[in-house]
């Protein structure tokens, strides 16, 4: 246009990004793209297009929110991180806020825990149900974060940020297992009453029960549920009655439809009912592990199923029939590390750990982990230390609990790793070891379970209320809950 200079438009240009909010009464000056960076669909995004178009720019918009947690929610939206002002709340207050501008996913970045390392990590929190706080079982959610908790006969839900989202009181005095299988859905047994039990936790209504059945034997009665695992498309159960005869089971989540993967007389340690079943979908295959004690110590089975062809595609008893290197050493506690494709096992006399790759298993397995620090080795537990003990694969780490001891077996890169055609190799050296937790931390019970959900550990204790929730340190100035 004839007459304008040039050099107007462009100094102008920047004061058109700007917009002046009034929250609360207090006033905030920042920029549209910073508001924007919030996402399309968030609120403040909408308000800053409304603000352009049809408003004067002169006048603040005004937003009747509190000041001070949205000055923190704007700083996050700058730096994609929140600033140390924002210890003066708590996160369910931070999230009520983010939720209401429409910036959850940013608000739950910067709140999250740092990717999970043993070797730094230490007790953040303790999660307590208000009633029957003493946990039965629990299922930590990798995906989510989420945990579901058994205590009493009822069912907690907490989520990614550990607050509680709801319970339901099931119809159970005692629930003994328990494992999410959907969005909202979860497959619960009791060692009190028969069949496998899956309540909507939205409604809190029982959807359905399966029970084991089988017309032509008559021992087949009121069989109760031992372990439960689950893939996108199935549900697992391990069975037993009490003549012991057991199965697994495998279900179908859409029509609730039952097939027999395998039947056990019970009558031996080679044949009773799993305890632990596990689910690998890289390689399809179900495992189940039974372990039991006695004055003669340990002897269980681990077991490899197709659930497709119902078929044992390998399987090892222990005690063998002494063709196992270690001999007499009958596992206390295994493990499958899913990812890895790796099992894992505990010698219930010498208390060392060995692996073995589900894709080369053989007659004898089995691979020893060699403790290199002198001072570790000399700590071992040994036969003494190996009464109590409880393994967990979580994102390439393997979690030992021995009696109340909490430590770590992390995967060591380079030197101790063997690589061929990329392909990793497990040897001697693969995993390094160190303690998670301090004296005082050992010294609260006896761990009776350890399960990684999101970037969190989750451990209980026999006879101690609650589940503990372990995290590695955030060195970012990051609000953690209270």
Same mark, same amino acid.
């Given at each position: ?46 308000? &800053? ?96 974060? &989420? ?10 839900? #907490? ?61 087949? #009665? ?187 077996? &992390? ?72």
């Amino acid at each position: 246009m004839e007459g304008e200079n040039p050099h107007d438009a462009t100094e102008t240009q920047p004061s058109s990004d700007r917009i002046k909010l009034n929250v609360g009464g207090k006033l905030f000056e920042t920029t549209t793209s910073t508001l924007r960076s919030g996402g399309p669909d968030s609120l403040l995004s909408l308000l &800053s297009n409304r603000s352009l178009h049809h408003h004067d720019p002169s006048q603040p918009v005004f937003i009747d929110r509190d000041p001070e947690i949205f000055s923190a929610l704007l700083s996050l939206l700058r730096s994609n991180r929140l600033p140390s002002t924002a210890k003066r709340f708590s996160n369910q207050e931070l999230i009520d806020e983010a939720s209401y501008y429409g910036i959850e996913s940013q608000l739950k970045s910067a709140l999250a825990p740092s990717p999970l390392t043993g070797i730094d990590a230490s007790l953040f929190t303790t999660i307590r149900p208000s009633s029957d706080a003493t946990v039965s079982d629990f299922n930590a959610i990798d995906s989510d974060g &989420s945990v579901w908790v058994a205590h009493g006969g009822q069912i907690s839900v #907490y989520d990614w940020n550990l607050t509680h989202s709801g319970t339901v009181r099931t119809h159970l005095d005692y629930i003994s297992t328990i494992r999410r299988i959907g969005p909202g859905v979860a497959a619960v047994g009791s060692e009190t009453l028969a069949g496998l039990h899956v309540y909507n936790t939205a409604s809190g209504y029982r959807s359905c029960c399966v029970d084991w059945a089988d017309p032509t034997d008559p021992r087949i #009665y009121k069989a109760r549920v031992n372990a439960i695992a689950d893939s996108d498309n199935s549900v697992f159960a391990s069975f037993d009655c009490r003549h012991k005869e057991n199965c697994v089971l495998m279900i179908d989540k859409n029509k609730w439809t039952t097939l027999e993967v395998a039947r056990q007389s019970g009558s031996s340690s080679k044949s009773m009912v799993a305890g632990k079943l596990k689910y690998v979908p890289k390689a399809g295959v179900l495992v189940g592990v039974s372990v039991t004690s006695g004055a003669f110590g340990y002897s269980g089975y681990i077991r490899l199923w197709d659930p497709r062809s119902k078929e044992v595609v390998w399987e090892t008893n222990e005690p063998g029939s002494g063709r196992s290197s270690r001999f007499g050493d009958s596992f206390a506690d295994v493990d499958v590390d899913v990812d890895e494709l790796t099992l894992v096992k505990l010698g219930s006399k010498s208390g060392d750990l060995a692996v073995a790759d589900l894709r080369k298993l053989s007659e004898d397995p089995w691979i020893y982990l060699e403790e290199k620090n002198p001072r570790m080795r000399m700590m071992t537990g040994g036969a003494s230390n190996v009464g109590n003990c409880v393994i967990n694969c979580y994102r390439k780490q393997l979690f030992v609990g021995r009696e109340g001891e909490l430590e770590v077996w &992390s995967t060591v890169e380079g030197d101790g790793d063997q690589n061929v055609g990329g392909e990793r190799i497990l040897c001697e050296g693969s995993y390094r070891r160190n303690y998670v937790d301090k004296v005082e931390d050992s010294e609260r019970g006896v761990i009776k379970k350890i399960e990684g959900g999101g970037d969190r550990l989750f451990v209980i204790r026999e006879g101690v209320e609650g589940i503990e929730a372990w995290q590695s340190s955030r060195f970012s100035g990051v609000v953690s809950s209270s």
